[in-house]
């Protein structure tokens, strides 16, 4: 494919998944007194009980400007899907710009994973009242991008480096984890320069090694939870690359992670109800949650 030709595709698909109106939730709770540490809910749409849970953590580079409203036609089609779904939001990016960045800054370290070990861990209390047909003990998490880190991350809490604010004592109670390509491998998206510069402003250029030992999905493995990735080889705002990078990390530790690759698909049709690829995403989730 030209680069002409690419850039067309990934504009179509952009503005094809951009183009869902937004979906209010059935229901949402706080998980903490800041204005972003909210959680939306939806039923499952058949009204049938003791239904899987999908826990959906959103992408856009950690960047504020992406918040979980771009993925709620997702959960929505998840629910309809027959699943119970919990979006987590999560603070994002920096109150002021740093100077010299072009652009929103991403993340905020360490407040970004702050909410989202605090969402996981209010979460069973949450549903029990938000969504009482959900069936707690079969539990998914999926995200996209870098929710597809956050993903991997939240089922890795157990085997973070020891005096982790955020470790685990045991592995957490998951069915399983659907990363929708996500950043998994930070040494091969900062070598390719994914979401332009998005992983330094996350971590800090200064303390990136020693950050990344407690957040980069390629250096806590294994989990012993179990993983599937799935990925658009035409995706080129997360490449193949990245992903493939951290198949083979997970691989070397002694793990096999799932890896489904999309031909002809890029980066946005994973969480676009109107893609075919959306729905390789649902039979996915359904495979580890049922």
Known sequence: MSDSAGRDRDAAET??????????????ASYGSHPDQVIDFFAPRDGRTGVPLVVLLHGGAWRAP??????????????RRGFAVASVEYRRGGEIPRQGAAGPVAGRWPETFDDV?????ALPALVARELPGADSRRTVVTGHSAGGQLALWAAARHVLPKGSPWRLPAAPALRG?????PIGDFASAVELDVCSGALHQLLGADDFEARSAHVDPALLLPTGI???VVQGVEDTTVPQAVTEAFVDAAAKAGEMVGLTLLDGVGHFPLIDPAADACAVVAEEIAQLAW
């Open 226 to 228: 179990a993983t599937a």
């Open 66 to 79: 992406y918040d979980r409203q771009h993925v709620s036609p997702f959960a929505d089609f998840l629910a």
């Open 15 to 28: 503005e094809s998944a951009f183009a869902h109106p937004a979906v209010a939730p059935d229901g949402s």
């Open 177 to 181: 984890v659907v990363a929708l390509a």
């Open 117 to 121: 070990a605090a969402a996981m861990d």
